[in-house]
């Protein structure tokens, strides 16, 4: 069967499920790895083996795990890292990788050898992994998940091979013998490049097994896929992997103009991008729902504004999220690149610059009104996908990060970024029980994240699993809490005021404000409490957002004023049918934590401002108005 027939198959499906299920208006992701999620093995050895530490399987996300997942709100699973990827494991037919090319025994998810095939070490007979993958697939839409994987376009491993489909394998064919050409796969050392010409000479000699050598590429190099063009990369590389060539040459700059538009006809593209829709199409017919394309401001625009649309009439609701970072100097645009990501047709991109201003706050002397700065109009504000942590991030209960509060800090931080715009939002496994990642655990040291190099499993995470039974039963009273807030988070945000409502933020009306959370002799409010509206007057829906940054202070008599020209939503309100007015007042009521909760008059607001209980530290409100 072609994957075109596969994918007629699929889409009927999808509409006859559609038909009988209401869709969700914002995505709540919920991202996994395979290898860590359902591993259970409690060894734990710093650089050890499969055998010594395990890995989980296909098979451990099981309906009872599936079940857990839906009841916390989450509609979406980012299965992340299931490509076959270069690693020092051999399975049958299938050897070992030269262990200089690899970052980790279990090598990176990112460092893909088959983008047409599935990782063998998570299958339980790793002959039949693409069968078993197909299985995961269905318990997971038999639960209502869409599902989401990983798309990584800019570089793969260095010694990728398609076994699947070996005619569109990566650099065969290519013209060895230049730096660019417009249909080669890669990009091609010469002579005259830095790092003393042939052979390439990786940063691993001295290592474990390692000579520095790749038997590939000793008459010949490619560009390392953080675009260093050098025969000798350095250890702060991505020297695993190579850079893939969109028929741009990136050492002339960004003006990437010259390529197709969106109306070519693959005929008329450039190789890397008919592979690249061979490969997208491939896993579109056998289920995938979307994708989040990995370091996607590194390739051209004018790629992707080709490539959705093609993936589009495929498919009409596929899915795009974009990881990428306007200040990388990589980035191929003049414009900002989220808002060109968005306009080639994305759904969402990295909220990074939010993220970054958070955990400044406990990190780098930053105030929650800096992050004033990012609230602005259009569309980037509302298609942002928001996260407390993914695999790239620290985690936030960390010792050694985020101020080392552990993970009460994560409630202030997911409070406000999963209630400040209408766009996606996603939890990381792990976060929801205060996954600390703390000690070393093989190639990326003691680093505060939970290693995607190696085999591992994450002893908080592992509490919930409970030996496969995935009902929290080793869990503290803490982390249970903790896990249900979460999930109280991600329902209240789900309401109108947050899928469909706008942003009003207000600390800038409370900076002259003494009741506004001061800590100390501070002179100026809004250091460590951040405070917004988000309202839906179409539903009746006004929400108050109150944050509490701080880690050890209680902000007591706080109050919040509300501007002039916010007090019409209110106003409004009253006038909206079942609005919640009772003899001119308004009810409101917290949503989260507390059991909070009052009415007022909306005049009220302006003057003397809503008075709020005592906000314990690293807590959050969400003051729902009217019904």
Same mark, same amino acid.
């Given at each position: 069967?072609?994957?075109?027939?596969?994918?007629?198959?699929?889409?009927?499906?999808?509409?006859?499920?559609?038909?009988?299920?209401?869709?969700?208006?914002?995505?709540?992701?919920?991202?996994?790895?395979?290898?860590?999620?359902?591993?259970?093995?409690?060894?734990?050895?710093?650089?050890?083996?499969?055998?010594?530490?395990?890995?989980?399987?296909?098979?451990?996300?099981?309906?009872?795990?599936?079940?857990?997942?839906?009841?916390? +709100?989450?509609?979406?699973?980012?299965?992340?890292?299931?490509?076959?990827?270069?690693?020092?494991?051999?399975?049958?037919?299938?050897?070992?990788?030269?262990?200089?090319?690899?970052?980790?025994?279990?090598?990176?998810?990112?460092?893909?050898?088959?983008?047409?095939?599935?990782?063998?070490?998570?299958?339980?007979?790793?002959?039949?992994?693409?069968?078993?993958?197909?299985?995961?697939?269905?318990? !997971?839409?038999?639960?209502?998940?869409?599902?989401?994987?990983?798309?990584?376009?800019?570089?793969?491993?260095?010694?990728?091979?398609?076994?699947?489909?070996?005619?569109?394998?990566?650099?065969?064919?290519?013209?060895?013998?230049?730096?660019?050409?417009?249909?080669? #796969?890669?990009?091609?050392?010469?002579?005259?490049?830095?790092?003393?010409?042939? =052979?390439?000479?990786?940063?691993?000699?001295?290592?474990?097994?390692?000579?520095?050598?790749?038997?590939?590429?000793?008459?010949?190099?490619?560009?390392?896929?953080?675009?260093?063009?050098?025969?000798?990369?350095?250890?702060?590389?991505?020297?695993?992997?190579?850079?893939?060539?969109?028929?741009?040459?990136?050492?002339?700059?960004?003006?990437?103009?010259?390529?197709?538009? =969106?109306?070519?006809?693959?005929?008329?593209?450039?190789?890397?991008?008919?592979?690249?829709?061979?490969?997208?199409?491939?896993?579109?017919?056998?289920?995938?729902?979307?994708?989040?394309?990995?370091?996607?401001?590194?390739?051209?625009?004018?790629?992707?504004?080709?490539?959705?649309?093609? !993936?589009?009439?495929?498919?009409?609701?596929?899915?795009?999220?974009?990881?990428?970072?306007?200040?990388?100097?990589?980035?191929?645009?003049?414009?900002?690149?989220?808002?060109?990501?968005?306009?080639?047709?994305?759904?969402?991109?990295?909220?990074?610059?939010?993220?970054?201003?958070?955990?400044?706050?406990?990190?780098?002397?930053?105030?929650?009104?800096?992050?004033?700065?990012?609230?602005?109009?259009?569309?980037?504000?509302? *298609?942002?996908?928001?996260?407390?942590?993914?695999?790239?991030?620290?985690?936030?209960?960390? $010792?050694?990060?985020?101020?080392?509060?552990?993970?009460?800090?994560?409630?202030?931080?997911?409070?406000?970024?999963?209630?400040?715009?209408? +766009? =996606?939002?996603?939890?990381?496994?792990?976060?929801?029980?205060?996954?600390?990642?703390?000690?070393?655990?093989?190639?990326?040291?003691?680093?505060?994240?939970?290693?995607?190099?190696?085999?591992?499993?994450?002893?908080?995470?592992?509490?919930?699993?409970?030996?496969?039974?995935?009902?929290?039963?080793?869990?503290?009273?803490?982390?249970?809490?903790?896990?249900?807030?979460?999930?109280?988070?991600?329902?209240?945000?789900?309401?109108?005021?947050?899928?469909?409502?706008?942003?009003?933020?207000?600390?800038?009306?409370?900076?002259?404000?003494?009741?506004?959370?001061?800590?100390?002799?501070?002179?100026?409010?809004?250091?460590? @409490?951040?405070?917004?509206?988000? #309202?839906?007057?179409?539903?009746?829906?006004?929400? @108050?957002?109150?944050?509490?940054?701080?880690?050890?202070?209680?902000?007591?008599?706080?109050?919040?004023?509300?501007?002039?020209?916010?007090?019409?939503?209110?106003?409004?309100?009253?006038?909206?049918?079942?609005?919640?007015? *009772?003899?001119?007042?308004?009810?409101?009521?917290?949503?989260?934590?507390?059991?909070?909760?009052?009415?007022?008059? $909306?005049?009220?607001?302006?003057?003397?401002?809503?008075?709020? $209980?005592?906000?314990?530290?690293?807590?959050?409100?969400?003051?729902?108005?009217?019904?």
């Amino acid at each position: 069967m072609t994957w075109q027939a596969m994918l007629a198959g699929v889409l009927l499906a999808a509409m006859n499920a559609s038909s009988h299920a209401g869709v969700a208006t914002r995505p709540v992701i919920y991202q996994l790895m395979v290898r860590t999620f359902g591993n259970t093995s409690e060894t734990r050895k710093t650089n050890g083996t499969l055998a010594e530490n395990g890995c989980g399987k296909f098979a451990d996300i099981t309906p009872g795990a599936l079940d857990s997942l839906k009841e916390m +709100g989450f509609t979406h699973l980012w299965l992340t890292g299931v490509f076959e990827q270069a690693s020092g494991t051999a399975w049958p037919n299938r050897p070992a990788d030269a262990p200089d090319i690899l970052k980790g025994i279990a090598g990176s998810p990112y460092a893909i050898k088959d983008y047409f095939d599935v990782c063998p070490d998570y299958a339980l007979d790793p002959a039949k992994r693409l069968a078993e993958f197909r299985a995961l697939l269905d318990r !997971c839409k038999s639960h209502g998940f869409k599902v989401i994987i990983d798309f990584v376009p800019n570089h793969v491993a260095r010694s990728y091979t398609s076994d699947v489909r070996p005619e569109h394998s990566f650099g065969e064919g290519d013209d060895r013998g230049v730096f660019f050409h417009r249909d080669n #796969h890669f990009f091609y050392l010469q002579g005259a490049h830095p790092g003393g010409g042939a =052979p390439l000479k990786l940063p691993t000699s001295g290592r474990p097994g390692c000579d520095g050598r790749f038997a590939m590429e000793t008459e010949y190099g490619r560009v390392t896929g953080n675009n260093v063009v050098s025969w000798e990369p350095s250890i702060h590389d991505w020297y695993e992997t190579v850079k893939l060539n969109y028929g741009h040459d990136f050492t002339t700059g960004r003006n990437t103009a010259h390529l197709p538009g =969106p109306a070519a006809s693959p005929a008329d593209v450039p190789k890397t991008w008919r592979t690249m829709d061979e490969i997208l199409g491939y896993w579109q017919a056998m289920g995938i729902d979307g994708f989040r394309a990995d370091m996607a401001h590194m390739v051209p625009i004018e790629f992707w504004r080709w490539v959705v649309k093609r !993936c589009r009439t495929r498919n009409p609701k596929v899915f795009f999220a974009a990881e990428a970072y306007d200040n990388d100097p990589a980035k191929l645009t003049a414009g900002h690149v989220l808002d060109e990501l968005l306009n080639a047709g994305f759904d969402a991109v990295y909220d990074d610059p939010s993220y970054d201003v958070l955990e400044g706050i406990y990190e780098a002397g930053k105030w929650a009104n800096d992050l004033d700065a990012l609230t602005f109009t259009g569309a980037r504000f509302h *298609q942002s996908l928001r996260y407390a942590e993914n695999h790239d991030e620290v985690r936030l209960a960390s $010792p050694n990060e985020w101020g080392g509060l552990g993970m009460k800090v994560g409630k202030p931080v997911s409070a406000v970024l999963f209630a400040m715009g209408r +766009g =996606p939002v996603m939890l990381y496994h792990g976060q929801e029980t205060g996954e600390p990642a703390a000690g070393e655990q093989g190639f990326g040291g003691d680093d505060a994240r939970t290693t995607i190099f190696d085999y591992w499993s994450m002893p908080e995470f592992t509490k919930w699993v409970n030996g496969g039974k995935f009902d929290g039963g080793r869990l503290s009273d803490e982390q249970k809490a903790l896990r249900a807030w979460y999930g109280k988070l991600i329902r209240a945000t789900q309401s109108p005021a947050f899928t469909a409502g706008e942003f009003y933020g207000l600390n800038h009306a409370n900076k002259n404000n003494p009741d506004f959370g001061r800590v100390g002799k501070e002179t100026v409010s809004g250091h460590w @409490l951040y405070a917004f509206l988000r #309202h839906d007057l179409k539903s009746g829906k006004v929400v @108050l957002v109150v944050a509490n940054f701080h880690g050890t202070e209680t902000l007591r008599r706080v109050k919040i004023r509300i501007p002039h020209d916010a007090l019409r939503f209110f106003l409004d309100l009253m006038k909206t049918p079942g609005g919640g007015g *009772q003899g001119g007042r308004l009810k409101f009521t917290d949503r989260l934590d507390s059991d909070y909760g009052g009415d007022i008059y $909306p005049t009220d607001l302006w003057e003397d401002g809503i008075v709020l $209980p005592d906000l314990p530290p690293c807590s959050a409100m969400l003051l729902e108005f009217g019904r």
